[in-house]
């Protein structure tokens, strides 16, 4: 039998893990994005990453209740199974395995060997794609050693770049003008259709920036004292991760100006370039280059979790579910997650595939809130440490959000997220071949 994953993660590790496994380089990249589909309205824009935070949340919240009662290594796959069986929570793993996890990683080292090291080093395409597969090789080798170790790497890389990125925002807002232009505008813009629609497609952008405050439900298998400390983690890491990127886009905004922060390509950079300098804004790719060697570690230290569930209740290779004897790691399922994301990024294959998929991690998202109501009916008597707030509303109007999202992409981008569930719904042959040979498939 598989020895048991040790719990050695505390408060401040879950804080730090939420933290830094969402920022990447999504709050360098999309406030540009959103700002356009705003019609660079500044109230709208901000109202549309806070609305972001907001439903993250919601979820939290959510998550909190369901990782209490159920602290165990798998998070939403453990959730949905009981709830729902184990095909959906399959599909989720089958989702998460090919694309949605190892995608999010190979599009992290990426754009660490693509997009920011060349602005600090003079290396070509080659070198640039063997500096992220060195980046995954990495953070592979830290987290097969040890669970602390890979937490620490965490705490640290989380701590220079939230610092950093706090320093910079409060920086911009203390020198820039930007924010005093005649071209601010907040809430000038009519409430149309086709402002909602686009602003409803620039809300997956911040989606995206805030990706990743569910994969600490993975690591709850790993949390001590998980039923007081897992609630308290997710939700105190997602309510910063609100203040900090609020902050943060009204700091670009500050810097640039909204035409500015629309046309920019690197608003960090630029933001920093345009009030201190040029250096500084090269000295700001520095910090840039900590938090996606962060985000991927963090997500390299939880989704591997997930895989590890699978294995064990027999929906996935059975060796993913070994634990290494000295490190007390799900070492082959981290291995083997990373070695798959490398295969990703080496090729660049997964740009389009996590395009087309990664809208549908929101109705598994979706789904994993709904099992709350679930484990209301089934189990009314079972213990709750932590209970949603504001339940039913709370778990319903974040799975209502997510419908939407779902609904305004399937409207604004239709082949994309045909493509997208087509791609899920290969799980569904590969469910039944897998219960066919593996002889057993837990309920």
Known sequence: MPRELARVLGLRDLILIVVGTVIGSGIFLVPSDVLAHAQQDVGWALLVWAGGGVLSLLGALTYGELGAMEPDAGGIYVYMRKAFGPLVAFLYGWAMFFVIASGSIATLAVAFGTRYLPQLVKIGPLESKLAALLVIAAVTWVNIRGTRRGATVQNVATAIKVGALLLLSVGLLAVGRGLGGSDVKLFAAPMTTTLLSSAGIGLIGVLWAYEGWQYVTFSAGETVDPQRTFPRGIVVGTALLIGIYLLANVGYIAALGPGGVVAS?????????????????????????????????????????????????????????????????????????????????????FEQLYRFVVFTSWIFFALGAAAVFVYRRRFPDAPRPFRTPGYPVTPALFILAAAAIVANTLAAQPRQALVGLGIVATGVPAFAVWKRFSGRVAA
């Open 265 to 349: 390509k690197r608003v960090a950079a630029d933001a920093a370039g345009s009030l201190f300098g040029v250096g500084l804004g090269t000295i700001v790719t520095l910090p840039i280059l900590v938090s996606i060697f962060g985000a991927a570690n963090g997500l390299v230290l939880t989704t591997p979790r997930l895989f590890y569930a699978m294995a064990r209740d027999g929906l996935f290779f059975r060796r993913l579910a070994e634990v290494h004897p000295r490190f007390g790691t799900p070492a082959v399922a981290v291995g083997v997650s990373a070695a798959w994301a490398a295969v990703l990024a080496a090729s660049g294959t």
